[in-house]
């Protein structure tokens, strides 16, 4: 069983279109985050959620919204794509803040 | 503010060589510090974590890692380097006093010369 796991894998997708990226890691974590990862393999944090409540927000548009029904799930929903958004997104999960990360294998969103 | 630096962009050795892929991290408390490997069109996975106690940590595939603290330093090692070992490689550092995220480093590509 795939411990994280991120759908879907691939997303080909027009400007101005509104899209979503599912989550969901069967670990039993309380903690989960999505990262961007760029043409250049930057990798940015986004959100991190702590038992459905977001507990960091960082600078991005608010075109991009966290979405947890449940601890085992951490949507991403985005709004109006732009062609900078092109990247792949990554979730993963987290036990503590001493803990690791486990990484889902990325979304590679390309916005055409 | 927390901050993670890898100064070297790729990384060549030849298989057999030891290998050493530096990372250098800036915090305002203790540092969380972990490596992470990417091979292509995959997530990134786990390798190690220095947390507390022993300077030298070992991990995942015979990789260990120093922490320095007087050099804020970080660096991944491998005695003898092989070709499967090719890969992306991440730095991160977590504040034990900040907040929850993790932040990495821009990634250096190791390459292993047959």
């Known amino acids: 069983d795939t411990a994280v796991s991120q759908t879907p894998k691939y997303l080909v997708t027009q400007m101005g279109n509104d899209k979503s990226i599912k989550c969901e890691q069967n670990l039993g974590h309380d903690t989960m985050y999505w990262y961007k990862q760029d043409s250049k393999k930057f990798l940015k944090i986004m959100f991190s959620?702590?038992?459905?409540?977001?507990?960091i927000n960082e600078t991005v548009p608010n075109r991009f919204s966290p979405k947890s029904p449940d601890k085992a799930h951490l949507n991403l929903h985005i709004n109006s794509l732009e062609l900078g958004d092109s990247a792949v997104y990554f979730c993963?999960?987290?036990?503590?803040?001493?803990?690791?990360?486990?990484f889902g294998s990325g979304t590679q969103l390309s916005v055409l | 503010a927390q901050s993670v630096a890898q100064p070297e962009d790729q990384v060549n050795v030849a298989e057999g060589n030891p290998l050493t892929v530096k990372c250098t991290y800036s915090v305002s408390g203790n540092p969380y510090l972990f490596w992470y490997v990417q091979y292509p069109n995959r997530g990134l996975q786990f390798l190690l974590k220095y947390i507390t106690g022993d300077n030298l940590v070992k991990g995942s595939y015979g990789f260990e890692a120093e922490f320095n603290k007087s050099q804020t330093s970080f660096h991944l090692k491998k005695p003898s380097a092989l070709v499967s070992d090719s890969a992306l490689y991440f730095c991160a550092v977590r504040d034990a006093a900040g907040a929850n995220n993790l932040f990495f480093g821009t990634g250096t590509r190791l390459t292993v010369i047959p």
């Open positions: 993963a999960s987290s036990q503590s803040r001493v803990a690791q990360l486990f």
């Open positions: 959620y702590n038992n459905k409540e977001l507990i």
